[in-house]
């Protein structure tokens, strides 16, 4: 049996001390390397038979990992690993957009301290249909779509927006369940977190974080699509707006 492949989350992690370590690998005998694996061998992100393997997430393996990464960043022009598409993706996106991919990897590294991120079951939608995830990988994904599935803090939006005389509709595409569905929607609407985890921070939810989204739209925030898996109602309806501009192909 053989260790299972490395997933985003995890190569998420090793590439930020990657990077503060000064694109250097990291060494077997050094104890924050010990204390990484440590780290990643907590993670529930694979369950069963791997995990008792003595080479499961060692140091030596978060070491040859480390050279993996760095060797796969663009222009390096020493001799290359074996890395694989996904290190390479980690790579380039530590590379080229170092401030957000730190930011991720520092909100996982709080939840899972914390605890927080440990006690969330998985969420439907964590994952895409075909089985992607985003950059970012699977536990922001989960830690940010449970955060905005809390029932309190949805009902606390909708009286919000009713006391002030805000509709509650979709932000994007003004769909409203009320005039849909009569008296079975009324009220209803889901929220959006108009933040991803890695920017607002492991805090708590303020109001005017959330926006309204009808289901449709809400999925269509969350979709991988074009290296981002997070937009705001505004960048959606901006994209709705774009393609009811473009010439449909014909008999299409
Ligand atoms: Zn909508
Ligand atoms: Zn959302």
Same mark, same amino acid.
């Given at each position: 049996?053989?260790? $299972?492949?490395?997933? +985003?989350?995890?190569?998420?992690?090793?590439?930020?001390?990657?990077?503060?370590?000064?694109?250097?690998?990291?060494?077997?005998?050094?104890?924050?390397?010990? @204390?990484?694996?440590?780290?990643?061998?907590? =993670?529930?992100?694979?369950?069963?038979?791997?995990?008792?393997?003595? @080479? /499961?997430?060692?140091?030596?393996?978060?070491?040859?990992?480390?050279?993996?990464?760095?060797?796969?960043?663009?222009?390096?022009? #020493?001799?290359?690993? *074996?890395?694989?598409?996904?290190?390479?993706?980690? %790579?380039?996106?530590?590379?080229?957009?170092?401030? @957000?991919?730190?930011?991720? %990897?520092?909100?996982?590294?709080? #939840?899972?301290?914390? #605890?927080?991120?440990?006690?969330?079951?998985?969420?439907?939608?964590?994952?895409?249909?075909?089985?992607?995830? %985003? &950059? !970012?990988?699977?536990?922001?994904?989960?830690?940010?779509?449970?955060? !905005?599935?809390?029932?309190?803090? +949805?009902?606390?939006?909708?009286?919000?927006?009713? *006391?002030?005389?805000?509709?509650?509709?979709?932000?994007?595409?003004? /769909?409203?369940?009320?005039?849909?569905?009569? $008296?079975?929607?009324?009220?209803?609407?889901?929220?959006?977190?108009?933040?991803? =985890?890695?920017?607002?921070? $492991?805090?708590? &939810?303020?109001?005017?974080?959330?926006? /309204?989204?009808? %289901?449709?739209?809400?999925?269509?925030?969350?979709?991988?699509?074009?290296?981002?898996?997070?937009? &705001? $109602?505004?960048?959606?309806?901006? @994209?709705?707006?774009?393609?009811?501009?473009?010439?449909?192909?014909?008999?299409?």
């Amino acid at each position: 049996m053989r260790s $299972p492949a490395w997933t +985003r989350d995890e190569l998420l992690l090793i590439c930020s001390r990657v990077v503060t370590n000064d694109w250097r690998q990291l060494r077997a005998y050094q104890p924050g390397t010990h @204390e990484l694996a440590d780290l990643l061998r907590s =993670l529930p992100l694979h369950e069963g038979e791997p995990q008792r393997l003595p @080479e /499961f997430r060692s140091a030596t393996s978060v070491s040859r990992k480390s050279a993996d990464l760095l060797t796969s960043r663009p222009g390096y022009t #020493g001799p290359a690993t *074996r890395g694989g598409r996904l290190t390479r993706m980690i %790579a380039v996106a530590f590379t080229e957009r170092e401030d @957000e991919m730190m930011a991720a %990897a520092h909100a996982l590294e709080s #939840g899972i301290s914390s #605890g927080d991120l440990l006690r969330i079951p998985p969420q439907p939608g964590e994952t895409d249909e075909d089985g992607a995830t %985003a &950059t !970012e990988g699977r536990l922001l994904a989960r830690w940010a779509i449970y955060r !905005e599935r809390n029932p309190a803090l +949805r009902r606390r939006k909708v009286s919000d927006a009713l *006391r002030r005389g805000v509709p509650v509709q979709c932000e994007v595409c003004d /769909f409203h369940f009320g005039d849909a569905y009569g $008296p079975l929607g009324q009220d209803y609407i889901e929220v959006h977190h108009v933040l991803p =985890l890695h920017v607002s921070g $492991p805090r708590e &939810t303020r109001l005017e974080d959330l926006a /309204f989204v009808c %289901a449709n739209c809400h999925r269509m925030c969350h979709r991988s699509h074009g290296g981002m898996a997070w937009r &705001t $109602p505004s960048a959606v309806r901006k @994209e709705m707006e774009r393609s009811r501009r473009a010439p449909r192909p014909e008999g299409g």
